[in-house]
C-alpha cells in the first residue's frame, strides 16, 4: 500500500455544538448513467468549433481589489459519513472553517440541484425538474452572471449541467474546461472554446486545469470565482488507477438498512430490495473516488498558500445530493429520506473568522449557497433567491425538498414535496409526471401518498406516524398546519 493510501483515516474537527456562526462582518460519467439514464453517452469526437452565449463584458476593477476570492468545490452522489476518504479536506474546512450539520439537496437529482447551486432558487422557480432540460435554466439567474459581472474573474472546471451541448460555452465563465458526458477517464471536454478529447483521470485533469486558473492571479488581480465539480463520486465509480485498490473500513450499516417492515412506505419503496452486502459496495467505490477528490483539496490549499490567498479566499465544498446505501431498500438517490437529501458543507473564510473549528447546526438548503456568495462579495442579488446568506444570523424553521417523477424512471417513483422541520419531516407523493419537454403536465396532482416523520425520536426515518393514523391522531401531530406549509412552499414565486 503505498503512502496516499497509508494516510487515509477519520477526520477530527473542533465542535461547538447547538451554535450559529456569525462572520465578523455582515456581507458567504466512462458515462456513468448509461444503465440508470441519468446522463446521455456521446461519441468521443475531434476538435471542434463551438458556439458561444454572448455575456457583457465584465466592469474593470482596481489593482488591489480586496474582495475575496471564492473556491466552490461540488462533487457528485456525495452523501454524508464519507469522512475517512477526505481527511485532508476535514482538517482544512472542518477543523479550521465551519461545518453545516443540517445541509440539504433541495432536490436530490443531478441538474436541478446544480441549478439551484448556481441560481438560489428552488427546482419549481429556476425550471430544470430533471437532467434532460439544462436550457430551462434563465442564466441571468445565475451567481456567476453577478459575480462576473461586478469584475470578477470566472472559471468553470467539471460538470456543468447534464445534457448541455458540448459545443455550447458555459454563460459568464472567461475560462473553462467543461466536460459532457462526464467521465472518469479520457474525457470529452469543451475546452476554452475546443471540443476535444483529454486523456487522463477527471479529477485531476480538472484539478490541474483550475489551478492554472489560480496561478493566472499572480498578474491578474481580480478577485476570482472558480467553480470545480468533480465525477466522484458517482456510479459506475472508477477509482484513479493508485487507489484501484485501497481497503476501505468495513461499515455495519444503520438501522434504515435492516429494514423489513416497509408497509409504512410508499408502493416503490416497498418493492426495493437492496440490503446491506450492496450498500457496503457502492459505499466502498465512492470512497475509492473521493481520494482523488481530497488530493485535489490539498493542492488547492498549498497552492493558495503559495500564492497568498488562503486568507482571503472563501472556500466551500459541498455535493449535489446525497445517495442511498441500501436505506430502505434503496441504492439510489430520488428519495426524500436523510442520506438522500443531505449532504457535505464545509466552509473557509479566515479573513472574516471562518477558521475556527466551528459547527453550525441551522437549517440549511443549496438555495442558500448562491445568497451567502454573494453577500461575501458584496453584492445585492438583482434577482430573488429563495434561500438567504450563511453569513449573517438568518435562520429557518423549515426547508423544502422537491422531486419530479421524470421519462428517464421507467419504475413510478413519484413525484414528492417534503417539508423538513428541526425535528420533523412532512411528505406527500403526487400523481404527476414530467413531460417530454420536462414540465409537470402529465397527471392530475392527486395526493397519493403522506408520510411523517419525528427526526429526533426516529433519525432513520423507521416509523411512518401517519400509517393507520386517525384524523383525531393527524391533528395531535400537526399535520393539517404541515401540509398547509407544504402546499403554501410548493407554490411559492420569487
Known amino acids: 500500500m503505498d503512502k496516499d493510501q497509508e494516510r487515509r483515516g477519520p477526520g477530527r474537527r473542533a465542535v461547538v455544538a447547538g451554535t450559529a456562526v456569525v462572520a465578523t462582518a455582515a456581507a458567504i460519467p466512462a458515462v456513468l448513467h448509461a444503465t440508470k439514464g441519468d446522463e446521455h453517452a456521446s461519441p468521443a469526437q475531434p476538435a471542434t468549433p463551438v458556439r458561444n452565449f454572448a455575456s457583457p463584458t465584465p466592469r474593470t476593477r482596481a489593482r488591489g481589489d480586496d474582495r475575496p476570492n471564492i473556491l466552490l468545490v461540488v462533487t457528485d452522489d456525495q452523501p454524508k459519513d464519507t469522512e475517512w476518504a477526505t481527511p485532508g479536506t476535514v482538517d482544512w474546512l472542518g477543523d479550521h472553517g465551519v461545518t453545516f450539520e443540517r ?98 483521470y477527471n479529477t485531476t485533469v480538472i484539478k490541474n486545469r483550475a489551478l492554472a486558473f489560480l496561478e493566472s492571479s499572480r498578474t491578474d488581480r481580480r478577485p476570482w470565482f472558480a467553480y470545480v465539480a468533480t465525477r466522484s463520486a458517482h456510479e459506475l465509480n472508477i477509482p484513479e488507477k493508485k487507489y484501484a485498490r485501497t481497503r476501505v473500513p468495513e461499515w455495519p450499516g444503520r438501522p434504515s438498512v435492516f429494514e423489513t417492515d416497509k408497509a409504512d412506505k410508499p408502493a416503490f419503496l416497498r418493492r426495493a430490495k437492496h440490503g446491506l452486502t450492496a450498500g457496503q459496495a457502492l459505499r466502498a467505490r465512492q470512497l475509492r473516488t473521493l481520494l482523488s477528490v481530497d488530493d485535489a ?126 425535528s420533523e419531516q412532512y411528505t406527500e407523493y403526487y400523481r404527476t409526471r414530467l413531460d417530454n419537454n420536462g414540465r409537470p403536465t402529465d397527471g392530475d396532482g392527486k395526493v397519493l401518498f403522506r408520510e411523517y416523520y419525528d427526526l429526533r425520536a426516529d433519525p432513520y426515518q423507521l416509523t411512518n406516524k401517519l400509517h393507520g393514523a386517525t384524523p383525531a391522531q393527524e391533528a395531535r401531530l400537526g399535520i393539517p398546519a404541515l401540509a398547509k406549509g407544504l402546499n403554501a412552499a410548493r407554490r411559492a414565486g420569487s
Open 103 to 200: 445541509a440539504h439537496a433541495n432536490t436530490p437529482l443531478c441538474a436541478p440541484s446544480r441549478a439551484s447551486i448556481m441560481s438560489g432558487r428552488y427546482a419549481h422557480n429556476h425550471g430544470v425538474l430533471d437532467t434532460r432540460h439544462p436550457y430551462h435554466l434563465d442564466q441571468q439567474t445565475t451567481v456567476q452572471r453577478q459575480l462576473h459581472n461586478s469584475g470578477y474573474r470566472t472559471g468553470l472546471f467539471g460538470k456543468y449541467l447534464n445534457y448541455w451541448h458540448t459545443g455550447d460555452n458555459p454563460p459568464h465563465f472567461d475560462e473553462w474546461l467543461l466536460q459532457e458526458p462526464v467521465a472518469y477517464y479520457n474525457g470529452h471536454y469543451n475546452d476554452g472554446g475546443t471540443v476535444r478529447n483529454i486523456p487522463g
Open 297 to 422: 483539496m490539498r493542492d488547492f490549499r498549498d497552492q493558495l498558500r503559495a500564492l497568498g490567498q488562503l486568507e482571503n479566499t472563501l472556500v466551500l465544498y459541498t455535493s449535489d445530493h446525497g445517495l442511498c446505501w441500501g436505506d430502505h431498500g434503496w441504492l439510489r438517490k430520488s428519495v426524500p429520506y436523510r442520506p438522500s437529501l443531505e449532504v457535505p458543507f464545509q466552509l473557509s473564510w479566515p479573513a472574516r473568522g471562518l477558521d475556527r473549528g466551528t459547527s453550525d447546526d441551522r437549517l440549511t438548503g443549496h438555495v442558500d449557497l448562491a445568497p451567502t456568495l454573494l453577500d461575501a462579495a458584496g453584492i445585492t442579488p438583482d434577482t430573488p433567491h429563495d434561500g438567504h446568506s450563511l453569513l449573517g444570523t438568518g435562520d429557518r424553521d423549515h426547508l423544502l425538498a422537491e422531486w419530479w417523477w421524470n421519462r428517464q424512471d421507467k419504475e413510478p417513483i413519484h413525484t414528492w414535496a417534503t417539508y423538513i422541520g428541526r
